[in-house]
Structure formats: C-alpha cells, structure tokens
C-alpha cells in the first residue's frame, strides 16, 4: 500500500500562485508514475501532469507553461507549482501513485484525500 497526503490548496486571485505537495509513504517501491489530477464540479477527473521515476514529465494542454510539477526522491514528495491561475483551475485537486507496466497496464493505483484550489475572477 502507498499513502498519499496532499497540502497547499486554498483560495487565490486570478494571476496568482499556489504550490501543492503531496507526500507518499508507504510501499513506494511499488509505484513509478506520480502526477496530479483535477476534478471540478459536475465533471471528470482529468490529468493535470504526471511524472515517472525516470523523469518523463507529462502534462495537459490546458496546463502547459503555467504549470511546474516537480519531485523531490529525498522526500518521497512532489510539487505542483501553479502559476497564473484562472478560475477555470478552479477544482479538487488529487494526488495519484500508480505502477504502469513496459506493456502499458496500470498496476497498483492510489489515490490522495484530495486538496480544493479556488481561483477567484
């Protein structure tokens, strides 16, 4: 089992910023893939950005150059640095763990308590 704690959400303007983290603990050596998803209300949970023990970073399109996600190995903890936020960002933001085989099939997934981030207009 892995566990995910998420922390840094909160309300904020539009233009500004917010970090969130999410520390794993737990049978980290079972995972490869860490990233974060977002859920708004009233919609599906969609992928914000994702980053594997080698270092591929993913991330959407809606995203792209305002969002950094980062990971520290020390720490067993990533980061999503958000930046110019709009209050379409405005959602529940999860923390995910998942172990993708060479093949492509998702293996142990885990899920944070997820963290909301409002971005007022």
């Known amino acids: 089992q892995v566990q995910l704690v998420e922390s840094g959400g909160g309300l904020v303007q539009a233009g500004g910023s917010l970090r969130l983290s999410c520390a794993a603990s737990?049978?980290?050596?079972?995972?490869?893939?860490l990233g974060w998803y977002r859920q708004a209300p009233g919609k599906q949970r969609d992928l914000v950005a994702t980053?594997?023990?080698?270092?591929?970073?993913n991330y959407a399109d809606s995203v792209k150059g305002r969002f950094t996600i980062s990971r520290d190995n020390v720490k067993n903890t990533i980061y999503l640095q958000m930046n110019s936020l709009e209050p379409e960002d405005t959602a529940v933001y999860y923390c995910?763990?998942?172990?993708?085989?060479?093949?492509?099939?998702?293996?142990?997934?885990?899920w944070g308590q997820g963290t909301q981030v409002t971005v007022s207009s």
């Open positions: 980053i594997s023990t080698g270092g591929r970073i």
């Open positions: 995910n763990a998942r172990r993708i085989t060479p093949w492509g099939i998702l293996q142990n997934d885990y």
């Open positions: 737990g049978s980290i050596f079972s995972i490869n893939v």
